[in-house]
Structures are given as structure tokens and as C-alpha cells.
């Protein structure tokens, strides 16, 4: 399947950078190949997201050293990949995410901020959304997966419940 044709839009980097970590998780180098069995166990659970998953996801494909925060570099990297090289002339762009998202001005953005500030400037998360909405709509349809969301949100609240 080639996602591209199913967004009318153009590669971007991010979108590589989503379909590469269906591949185990992280961006693996090197041409992008996917078996069959990688491309739709990933696929299905990106499908199936929540916003509160699919923030952790975000910060996760860019938490290039495991950190558990984003520093000024991955930043600069997602900043790019989103909104393209231009985004970065002057660093106006860069300057105002960190700004709006580390809250205790420590140079770097956890997770704990970065959920915070994607909730506030929800523009951060859009191109994740849409790819997210774009493929729900495309692939057995938007209320299909709101099921498979759902059930899979009440089986893991079921788990919490009997201590697994």
C-alpha cells in the first residue's frame, strides 16, 4: 500500500519516520522494507491510538537517545520533519515550541510537558492526526477504529483492575 497516493500529498519526512517505526519501534537506517506481518500489526496500533497514545508516540519517534526528554537537537529535528527546513530560518519556529512547551526552562522538554504543551498548541500533533484520521478513513472507516480504540482502552483498564 502506498500511503502517499491515500494522502494526496507529498513523502514527508515524518510520515517516513511513522512507517519506519512500525519496523520495531524506532527509525532502523537504510532502505524502508516492511513484511506483511510488520506493516499491519504496526499499522493497527497506530490505527487504534488514542490523542494520549498518540502524544507518547510522537515524543517517542523523536527521543533519538531514550532521554525521556527531547533536547534543543531532536526538537530541531521534529521542527524540520513537520513543517519542512524553512520552518527553521531564524529559528523563530524552534525558539517558540521550546518556549511554550518546557515549563520549568530546563532546556530540554519531557513527556510530562511535551503531553501538556501538545494539549495547549495542538498544531504540534496535527500532521500525526491527520495521518492517523487519513488512513482511519481510508481503511475500513473512522467508526471501526473508535471500536478498536475503545475495546482495546477497556481491555487494558480491565488488566489495571485485576493487577496484571
Known amino acids: ?6 494522502q494526496n500529498s507529498d513523502s514527508t519526512v515524518f510520515i517516513q519516520r511513522v512507517f519506519r517505526s512500525l519496523k520495531n519501534g524506532r527509525k532502523p537506517p537504510g532502505k524502508l522494507e516492511l ?3 510488520d506493516f499491519t500489526v504496526g499499522l493497527t496500533r ?17 527521543d533519538d537517545d531514550f ?8 526538537l530541531e ?5 513537520v513543517w519542512g527546513t524553512n520552518a527553521l530560518s531564524g ?20 513527556i510530562g510537558e511535551w503531553t501538556l504543551g501538545v494539549k495547549k498548541h495542538p498544531t504540534l500533533m496535527k500532521a500525526a492526526l ?3 484520521l487519513t488512513l482511519r478513513t481510508k481503511i475500513f472507516g473512522i467508526q471501526f477504529w473508535e471500536r478498536r480504540m475503545h475495546d482495546f482502552v477497556n481491555r487494558e483498564k480491565e488488566k489495571l483492575k485485576i493487577g496484571q
Open 1 to 6: 500500500m502506498n500511503y502517499y497516493s491515500l
Open 77 to 81: 529535528e521534529l521542527v524540520k520533519d
Open 130 to 132: 491527520m495521518m492517523q
Open 91 to 110: 529559528n523563530s519556529r524552534l525558539k517558540f515550541i521550546l518556549d511554550a512547551l518546557d515549563s520549568n526552562k530546563d532546556g530540554v522538554v519531557d
Open 46 to 62: 497506530f490505527l487504534t491510538f488514542t490523542k494520549g497514545m498518540m502524544y507518547t508516540f510522537a515524543f517517542g519517534l523523536y
Open 67 to 74: 532521554s525521556g526528554s527531547l533536547n534543543l537537537e531532536e
Open 35 to 37: 513484511s506483511f506481518c
